[in-house]
């Protein structure tokens, strides 16, 4: 029983096709991580305490020269958290923010705005810090930036959403992404200006978007595979009909089988339905010729 129940939770969480079950388990994956290590000093098993120099490894510095001491961190400080309750809000609200982006969006578009905002952040917090240094050394972690430009692409596309709040009733997503975004821009601006900077670009960039997608261009397709049409059958109905047609008219129409091929170069041979399958066959086997 327990097994069947496992296989259920594995199939409903990761074989969905959503990425945000993904993230969302190497963001807590790597906070049980950490802190099993500190846990370790705290028992005395080690002789010091990991906690702080893996933060700071894996997190994004401020500064160029420091970045290229470390530049794996451009990747791993989207996943870095160090408090509970952060983890916590991100990681809820990223399922929650998720759950309404995919009514209205795909998985391709997801993963460029969620990527492309996790780069330009990354990109303007270090030039930031660069050109104007902070007092002190500051570092970038957490996926708050993405988080942001996904709620911002999606309450552009429906700010009328409505969502019921415990305390509140019924609010729309636009007054909720306002509200956010003006607390956590506050909170960065308090301590860490570089980050509110590249905060505020991301919101832009979800927004700006929703703006190009309303107006037909999908800049998700850049990154999608161009898939090689396979060269249409043309059905060529000749003077000889078979002996088990009564006239050529039971022939399928070259409309019908563009349409049939169609299909399977987007969705594969396995999407056809018995009909269509039939149809193929009958076209390509019933004595006509068939030009590739």
Excluded: C
């Excluded at 959503?18 to 049980?32: D, H, K, R, T, Y």
């Excluded at 563009?258 to 999407?271: F, N, P, T």
Aim: no cysteine; proline share 5%; net charge positive.
């Amino acid at each position: 029983m327990n097994n069947i129940g496992l296989k259920d939770f594995w199939r409903q969480t990761y074989k969905t096709g959503s990425p945000i079950p993904i993230v969302i388990s190497i963001q807590v994956g790597l906070f049980v991580l950490i802190y099993f290590l500190d846990l370790l000093f705290e028992l005395k098993i080690v002789p010091q305490s990991f906690l702080q120099p893996i933060v700071q490894h894996l997190s994004l510095p401020s500064s160029f020269s420091a970045f290229l001491e470390q530049p794996w961190s451009l990747i791993s400080s989207n996943f870095v958290y160090v408090k509970l309750l952060s983890i916590l809000f991100d990681s809820l609200w990223l399922y929650w923010v998720g759950q309404i982006f995919f009514t209205f969006l795909n998985k391709r578009q997801f993963l460029f705005i969620y990527i492309g905002s996790w780069l330009l952040s990354s990109v303007l917090y270090v030039g930031f810090g660069t050109l104007i240094p902070p007092p002190t050394n500051l570092y970038l972690m957490g996926g708050a930036h993405p988080l942001a430009a996904v709620l911002a692409a999606i309450a552009t596309l429906v700010p009328k959403y409505e969502l019921r709040l415990l305390l509140f009733g019924t609010v729309k997503l636009r007054v909720v992404a306002i509200v956010y975004f003006a607390l956590e821009f506050l909170f960065l601006t308090l301590g860490n200006r570089p980050a509110a900077i590249s905060y505020f670009a991301v919101i832009l960039f979800g927004m700006v978007f929703v703006y190009a997608l309303r107006s037909g261009m999908d800049w998700s397709t850049l990154f999608q595979k161009k898939q090689k049409k396979p060269a249409k059958m043309k059905v060529v109905v000749g003077n000889n009909i078979p002996a088990n047609r009564k006239h050529r008219y039971d022939l399928p129409n070259q409309d019908e089988i563009d349409a049939i091929l169609d299909k399977i170069s987007v969705s594969g041979y396995d999407s056809l339905t018995h009909h269509e399958k039939e149809t193929l066959f009958r076209a390509s086997n019933s004595g006509d010729k068939v030009d590739g």
